[in-house]
């Protein structure tokens, strides 16, 4: 049973997952950050490396800040850098687990402030509540403060005296041991909240405290306090008793096996994890399976597993096209060993399906959208276990391992599947009701219409089937599915191909075969982790027959195995739209695909293709760069230009604290792009990049007249252009392995410590110019609603621009045995990079070196 507080369930409830779930935890909890500036005295924290010094967060000059970003990386020097590393590591997360609960005990304490009157008032004529209501409202949280108190006052001093050597699994171990006092807690949460709601309608006084309990937790000075209600505080014990597995974690992953802590901290994350498990404990109902008769003749023309909109609800179908009906039908469990079977949830005859005309006036349905963080977090998991699961097979462990594994993969990507698409299909029984499925590729949507008004030319009558009719053809469809499975890695044969890992440069050049003069333009989709992604989109080529684009594009790849290319009819008339599925479409005039073949895109050099669509045909150039090589940065040509020219060398030689080129291309964006729908997502074209990133080489001063006259998106493009042919990338190769460790940490208190810490610790120029994009990138999610640019969006767009490691710190082989073929590392590495431009892009504020930030990133002269 999940327990979550009606304000908290949008912050994430109960851990459902204790293993690291690859989103970081969000900066919900304002007491929690607020009580965090609160010790660092309005200044950005700082860790002094001294052993024998404070952990304790205080405020550093600069010139000190530069020593934090050694710290941990000159540990590279020693014989043993990854336990020197780990060590370092294991200081920042016991700060952070310092802190953090040091905000716990404040929020306890600002829950039993209000206990003592309200004790004694129950004792007189008067009582806001009685004794027995108080009991139960505030029920073990005396005990949870004494025991939090007590590990509190054991960890300070010895953070306080820290050394790598220094111990503290005894005090983690204790606390593990006192769980029980949460069990307690935890059963009486409901009913502590309903008799404090109760209270609260009963009694204007007692509803009067509840909204105003104060906990100490300010920006500025210790005596201020913040206010939070009685609800809030009563759920934080429920959220602190899940993280303590994921801070457990942390600390164990940076604790060396060596190290005495290690088998102390081991037993207290295995009580942690038994009672996490004892508490979120889930019972999934067995269901019985039928069997019926096999039998049924009719030929199956296509199927496809799609996910179904049921209620709002999503959920997994597997959808059969016969000759002469459409069904519905539910692959069920495997139970017992027994084969796979069906349960039909609904069949059309063709000849009443329709494909849904929805009038303006109708109301749509609505389509619940997953937020790209979630997807994101789910590719992370997959990438994950897929790594160790080849892990496993290195190692020759035993089955019972990778199969446990396999079970994870596949309920990974099964889920990952089901909340993925979003683009509405929808048939409709002009006998009854409509049905919607979400599709993630127009290219997929169109097929599946083709296929079934193609069938319904051959029909004529229509039918219904008797319930024995339906059970023996919904059996049959074990035995004429096409589809067997659903597209899972799970499911692939070993020897497949893993797909490719880097970057496709397509050249849409022309096409031919249009009957009459349209106005023309082609979208590119590739596959991404069993679903297909639209990647990138033409211009319009106006009243023609032959267009001429010649456009290039770069697409990233992630095991990607097929590049589908759809051109479409743009129709300006509104009036002449089909409005199909609730929303205008263009004209799908031509759609077709190309497989992505690891040995035919092994040279370098372009490859000419023609993909041909019914009677039309596309004459496209391809050239796929493989993850290794790009990372290998080339240095410029000419070291008085911008473009590969270390930045510190730019500002200095520019007079300024931003490159002039970003100044520029921001400048223009904020102008006229930021309501452009998909900025810096959508490609801008080739040449258009390359003639500005001359002009800005040779210092060209019409530049600025000539980025006027441009397509906006070339501009954005010459901007992510800079900053990936930097010789080392914005946030610098010393410190990408820190950020990208500091990141998966699970406390928020630890990383916010890690991470603010580690940005201040860039070179200024560096650290300037991101403040400044990074303000500008939030001004453009501002306008989300009309650009389609989320923070996750921009974040996906500049993470791996900014953030991308060295040769030597890349987790992908300097000399592979398969340069294209990669595995998932570089899922994972992306996702991280990704998700650490993230967490700066949703932070509110962040500390700058001195308090003058406003002419920090508006000043360009030195």
């Not at 949460?189 to 309990?213: D, G, H, P, R, W």
């Not at 127009?442 to 029909?459: L, S």
């Amino acid at each position: 049973m999940f327990l979550e507080s009606p304000k908290e369930k949008e912050k994430g409830g109960l851990l459902r997952d204790a293993s690291f779930s690859g989103t970081p935890p969000s900066y919900a909890y304002d007491a929690d950050r607020a009580e965090e500036q609160r010790r660092h005295h309005d200044m950005m924290p700082y860790i002094d490396d001294s052993p024998s010094s404070s952990p304790h967060l205080s405020s550093k000059s600069r010139g000190s800040r530069d020593t934090l970003s050694s710290g941990s990386l000159e540990s590279t020097k020693s014989s043993e850098p990854d336990l020197e590393k780990g060590l370092e590591m294991r200081k920042w997360v016991l700060s952070g687990i310092l802190a953090s609960e040091e905000t716990y005990l404040s929020h306890l304490e600002a829950l039993l402030l209000p206990m003592k009157p309200l004790k004694a008032a129950a004792t007189t004529s008067q009582p806001v509540l009685t004794s027995q209501q108080i009991e139960t409202i505030f029920f073990k949280v005396p005990e949870l403060y004494e025991i939090h108190k007590e590990f509190y006052d054991g960890l300070f001093p010895r953070v306080q005296q820290w050394s790598h050597q220094q111990r503290v699994g005894d005090l983690f171990q204790k606390l593990a041991s006192q769980l029980g006092v949460y069990r307690a807690f935890v059963d009486n949460y409901e009913v502590a909240m309903e008799t404090a709601e109760k209270c609260c309608q009963a009694n204007a006084q007692f509803a009067e405290i509840s909204e105003n309990l104060k906990a100490r937790s300010t920006k500025e000075s210790k005596d201020q306090t913040t206010k939070n209600s009685l609800e809030t505080l009563l759920y934080k014990p429920v959220d602190r008793v899940t993280r303590s597995t994921l801070v457990l974690h942390d600390l164990l992953k940076h604790t060396p096996v060596s190290h005495p802590d290690h088998p102390l901290l081991q037993d207290a994350l295995r009580i942690s994890q038994n009672f996490l498990s004892s508490i979120n404990e889930e019972i999934t109902p067995r269901r019985q399976s039928m069997t019926v008769k096999k039998g049924e003749h009719r030929q199956l023309l296509k199927d496809s597993f799609m996910v179904e909109l049921v209620e709002g609800a999503r959920k997994l179908r597997h959808v059969f096209l016969f000759t002469d009906l459409f069904l519905c039908a539910k692959l069920k469990k495997q139970i017992g060993g027994k084969s796979q079977q069906y349960d039909c949830k609904w069949y059309i005859p063709l000849t009443d399906l329709s494909f849904q005309m929805v009038d303006e006036s109708e109301a749509v349905p609505n389509i619940p959208l997953v937020p790209d963080e979630e997807l994101d977090a789910m590719k992370i998991k997959i990438s994950q276990i897929k790594n160790d699961i080849q892990r496993e097979k290195r190692a020759n462990k035993g089955s019972k391992v990778i199969e446990r594994l396999k079970k994870k993969l596949s309920e990974q990507e099964s889920l990952l599947l089901l909340m993925s698409p979003n683009m509405a299909f929808r048939v409709h029984n002009r006998n009854g009701k409509s049905y919607t499925f979400l599709i993630s590729s127009d290219y997929e949507r169109a097929e599946w219409r083709e296929n079934i008004r193609e069938q319904q030319k051959k029909c004529f009558k229509s039918f219904s089937l008797t319930s024995v009719e339906l059970q023996m053809l919904t059996n049959s469809c074990v035995k004429l599915q096409t589809v067997h499975n659903i597209p899972l890695t799970i499911n692939k044969e070993d020897d497949e191909s893993p797909g490719l890992y880097g970057f496709l440069n397509v050249i849409v050049h022309s096409a031919t075969g249009f009957k009459q003069s349209s106005n023309l333009y082609c979208t590119l989709e590739v596959d991404s982790f069993g679903y297909f992604v639209n990647k990138a989109k033409t211009r319009v080529y106006r009243d023609t027959t032959e267009p001429n684009w010649n456009e290039e594009f770069e697409i990233e790849l992630e095991g990607s195995q097929t590049l589908r290319i759809l051109c479409y009819e743009k129709c300006y008339n509104k009036t002449k739209l089909t409005k199909e599925d609730g929303e205008s479409t263009d004209r799908i005039m031509g759609k077709g695909q190309i497989q992505l073949d690891p040995q035919a895109l092994q040279d370098k050099d372009w490859q000419r293709t023609v993909i041909s669509m019914n009677g039309v045909e596309v004459k496209l150039s391809v050239k796929f760069t493989s993850r290794e090589f790009s990372l290998k940065r080339m240095p410029s040509r000419k070291q008085t230009g911008v473009f590969g020219v270390k930045i510190a060398i730019v500002t200095k030689r520019e007079r300024s604290k931003v490159p002039y080129i970003v100044r520029q291309c921001v400048e223009e964006i904020e102008r006229r792009g930021m309501e452009e729908v998909g900025i810096y997502r959508v490609s801008g074209v080739a040449t258009d990049i390359q003639a500005l990133k001359a002009a800005f080489d040779v210092n060209n001063k019409d530049v600025s007249v000539m980025m006027s006259e441009m397509d906006v998106n070339a501009i954005a493009g010459t901007l992510k252009l800079y900053f990936r042919e930097l010789p080392e990338p914005l946030f610098t190769d010393e410190l990408y392995p820190n950020f990208a460790e500091g990141i998966a940490l699970s406390d928020p208190v630890a990383k916010e410590s890690c991470m603010l810490n580690l940005l201040l610790s860039l070179p200024e120029p560096n650290l300037v110019t991101f403040l400044f994009l990074l303000d500008h990138l939030k001004r453009v999610a501002e306008r989300e609603s009309v650009n389609k640019m989320s923070l996750h969006n921009l974040a996906t767009v500049f993470g791996p621009t900014l953030l991308r490691p060295s040769e030597k710190d890349s987790k992908i082989p300097a000399n592979p045995t398969q340069p294209i073929t990669m595995t998932d590392s570089w899922s994972l590495e992306v996702m991280s990079q990704v998700q650490v431009l993230l967490y700066f892009l949703q932070l509110e504020t962040i500390p700058t070196p001195d308090s003058k930030r406003q002419s920090i990133l508006f000043s360009t002269e030195v």
